[in-house]
């Protein structure tokens, strides 16, 4: 079936330090990739997106390429900041109308 | 771009009573609603999907009777809570679709039953 794997945290990095979440998954059919943000006490919010394979999708400076051949969608950031503390998840759908399949969450602090 | 309200954003509420939560697509029409539950620290699972006007269909484990799923209107989606217990505490969220521009998320609802 389809599933995501995620790279568990949690993850505590200093301010300007290089992020990398990784993300695997695996889908019957053609799944367009997420990555969505859940600030503290908030919802969740997309983040990027990419819907085929070698799209690279980018947002506030964070990036995620699909990969189709390593069926992984890692999250990247050059440079965090302390206001990226949040919980970043990693999601697949395969058809629009479906249903999200969603990593457990990769929980990040950053430190000034 | 499109918004998904969801009210309340907390709630507490005593053991044994009921509580709903409602789930609106303020601009865009939701022929499709997800809700989903995470419990602390975990990520979040498909409770259940509701079409408008059909009965909505529950994942394997979840009690359709304790969570009632209402999809009145295409701008409409309210789950409630029946004869809420201490472990029915949990982040409630909605998400809702058109079929067509994507899926929205609401901010969800912390339900913490005393």
């Known amino acids: 079936g389809d599933s995501v794997t995620q790279m568990e945290g949690p993850v505590t990095l200093s301010e300007e330090a290089f992020l990398t979440i990784n993300c695997t998954y695996t889908?019957?059919?053609?799944?367009?990739l997420f990555w969505y943000v859940q600030y503290p006490g908030e919802g969740l919010q997309l983040l990027l997106k990419?819907?085929?394979?070698?799209d690279k999708g980018s947002n506030k400076g964070f990036e995620a390429t699909y990969r189709k051949e390593t069926t992984s969608f890692h999250l990247e950031k050059g440079s965090v900041q302390v206001s990226d503390s949040a919980v970043y998840f990693c999601?697949?759908?395969?058809?629009?109308?479906?249903?999200?399949?969603f990593g457990t969450g990769t929980s990040l602090t950053v430190i000034p | 771009g499109a918004v998904v309200s969801q009210h309340p954003s907390r709630v507490i509420c005593k053991s044994g009573t009921s509580v709903k939560i409602e789930c609106r697509s303020l601009?865009?029409?939701?022929?499709?609603m997800f809700w989903y539950r995470q419990f602390p620290k975990q990520s979040l699972m498909l409770m259940a999907t509701?079409?408008?006007?059909?009965?909505?269909?529950?994942e394997q484990g979840v009690e359709k009777d304790k969570f009632l799923i209402n999809h009145a209107s295409l701008t409409l989606s309210t789950l409630t809570v029946t004869s809420a217990h201490p472990e029915d505490s949990s982040f409630y969220i909605c998400?809702?679709?058109?079929?067509?521009?994507?899926?929205?998320f609401g901010s969800g609802t912390r339900l913490t039953v005393v």
């Open positions: 990419a819907t085929k394979a070698d």
């Open positions: 509701s079409n408008e006007g059909s009965k909505a269909t529950y």
């Open positions: 889908a019957t059919g053609y799944p367009s």
């Open positions: 998400s809702a679709t058109d079929n067509h521009y994507g899926y929205t």
């Open positions: 999601a697949l759908s395969v058809n629009t109308g479906n249903q999200f399949y």
């Open positions: 601009d865009f029409q939701a022929t499709t």
